[in-house]
């Protein structure tokens, strides 16, 4: 799985390629809403992400808050946007990422 893991809410760059005005977790966010902001953009592997069969968003505290399928990779400009189907209600949401990156990568890849 491809791991997402979100910094603190704050505004979208102008001119976002996937239209958001905000990006990055807080609280009482959706689901729905944490995966789009947290689906892109980002410099990942290409081929790497389209092996993978979920995408998992975490917070801050790798808390997991979103759970999708992969399914392409799309562009936006020199960065790519995970596309997939959120999981609404996997039984993971809500719980701890059992094997947290201690990278400073936001991006990780994890077995599944």
Not at 81 to 104: K, Q
């Amino acid at each position: 799985m491809i791991v997402v893991r979100m910094g603190p809410e704050e505004q979208a760059l102008a001119g976002d390629p996937l239209g958001r005005t905000h990006v990055g977790y807080r609280p009482g966010l959706t689901e729905s809403e944490v995966w789009e902001r947290g689906r892109g953009v980002w410099k990942l592997k290409e081929g790497r992400t389209l092996e993978q069969e979920l995408a998992v968003v975490v917070d801050p505290d790798w808390i997991v808050r979103a759970v999708a399928t992969v399914t392409a990779v799309s562009k936006a400009g020199d960065r790519r946007a995970i596309e997939g189907e959120l999981l609404a209600g996997h039984d993971m949401v809500g719980t701890p990422f059992p094997t947290p990156n201690r990278s400073r990568n936001a991006i990780s890849y994890h077995p599944d």
